[in-house]
């Protein structure tokens, strides 16, 4: 079955988590991903645990369904290898900062030069018009940025830190997948192809403000920034008598419901704190001090039976270990596992959505360094002497 996106054929000038995990979604839907690599490789090759030494597990994850090639782009031959890929592609994603592409001579007005149908991501740390335009960024310097660390101590924490989850690189890739489809989609209407930028600063602080902007919504302010509810720090998985829990008391449903389990049915009429949405969130502290008193009464087994026949959102607190055995996990077929030729089997996690037609696929292995440059050469025309030169890092013309 043709996949979504077979026949669409995307360079991928990108390393490490944010642009890899963006042609990754694209490699799955059926796209030819041409994965560009210097002779070092992507850094998340040396991400250890690993059994080899260029194919670390955070690579394995995040390339799979991609072709490997190796290029020097300060050769002449080698760059010119790079154009005719580019002729022939659909899709540029590259996150190497614009005055390093513009250096290379690959800005996107000679793109488009080169290939008018050429629909060219970039992704940056933040966007051109602003002062901070061109400043290197990762991970946990955007969360710095979004004021990630500070909420946290808003919220409870002793001290500022880092949620451990590059959650920042993984949302900025998918807005760069929106942004990709959705130019692919004007492109084959009208025709006609575009640049896009997806600054990864932007695209979070969105996140940040979206749930925290408070009274800063009106002009002029009419309340402190932060949503109350989520900021107390008694929001929390809650001690139960023999581990925690996670649970959501949050409709008016909900609370009446609560207020049966507890043997105050009329919680809500008598106290005004309960009474709807607006007053549970202003005295949200009381709130869930009321939802953590009452679960250090059972064990976990207990309220969660209790809490479900409630119909009372609430779940257990996962570890890493027992969220990799989720029998919900292994029951929708989350996890896949395939053969890979060098390193063995390995655990692949493919796409959360299910589809009906066209549903993602795991075609290729992560490609070794260079593993496909041969074979891509040879694709563009070039002479079996010529693709040996160029795989082996020699010029073709000497």
């Known amino acids: 079955m043709a996949q979504a996106l077979s026949g669409i054929r995307v360079i991928d000038m990108t390393s490490v988590v944010m642009g890899p995990s963006a042609t990754m979604v694209l490699g799955d839907h059926g796209a030819d991903v041409i994965k560009i690599e210097t002779g070092g490789g992507d850094t998340t090759r040396r991400q250890p645990p690993k ?147 997806v600054p990864m600063f932007e695209s979070m602080a969105q996140f940040a403000l979206g749930d925290h902007i408070g009274g800063r919504a009106f002009v002029p302010p009419i309340a402190p920034m932060g949503y109350a509810r989520t900021l107390t720090k008694e929001r929390r998985p809650f001690p139960t008598k023999d581990g925690h829990i996670c649970v959501i008391v949050y409709t008016d449903g909900h609370w009446r419901a609560f207020a049966k389990v507890l043997g105050r049915p009329d919680l809500m009429e008598k106290d005004e704190r309960f009474k709807d949405f607006t007053n549970r969130t202003i005295h949200a502290d009381h709130c869930f001090e009321v939802v953590r008193q009452a679960m250090a009464g059972k064990t976990t087994a207990e309220w969660l039976a209790i809490l479900e026949e409630a119909d009372i959102p609430a779940g257990p607190l996962n570890t890493l270990e027992s969220l990799f055995d989720d029998p919900h996990l292994a029951a929708t077929g989350f996890f896949v596992e395939t053969d890979h030729p060098t390193e063995g089997r390995v655990l692949n996690m493919l796409g959360p959505s299910t589809w009906s037609e066209t549903p993602p696929q795991i075609r290729r292995h992560a490609p070794k360094l260079g593993e496909h440059t041969r074979e891509v050469i040879l694709e563009l025309g070039y002479s079996e002497d010529q693709a040996e030169k160029i795989s082996a890092g020699r010029s073709a013309d000497g």
Not at 94 to 104: D, E, G, H, T, W
Not at 148 to 157: D, F, N, W, Y
């Open 51 to 197: 059994k080899s030494e260029d194919m670390g597990c955070s690579f394995l994850k995040l390339n799979r369904n991609k072709r490997s090639v190796v290029l020097d782009l300060k050769q002449a031959d080698q760059m010119e290898v790079l154009h005719r890929l580019i002729e022939t592609a659909d899709i540029l994603i590259y996150s190497i900062r614009p005055q390093a592409m513009a250096r290379l001579g690959l800005t996107p007005e000679s793109l488009k030069a080169l290939n008018p149908r050429l629909i060219t991501i970039s992704l940056v740390g933040f966007g051109r018009d602003g002062p901070y335009a061109g400043k290197p960024v990762y991970e946990d310097l955007i969360q710095g940025a979004t004021a990630i660390p500070s909420l946290l101590v808003k919220a409870g924490s002793e001290h500022p830190h880092y949620v451990p989850v590059s959650f920042n690189d993984r949302a900025t890739g998918l807005y760069a997948v929106i942004a990709v489809t959705t130019a692919l989609f004007h492109r084959e209407k009208t025709g006609i192809a575009q640049h896009i930028e």
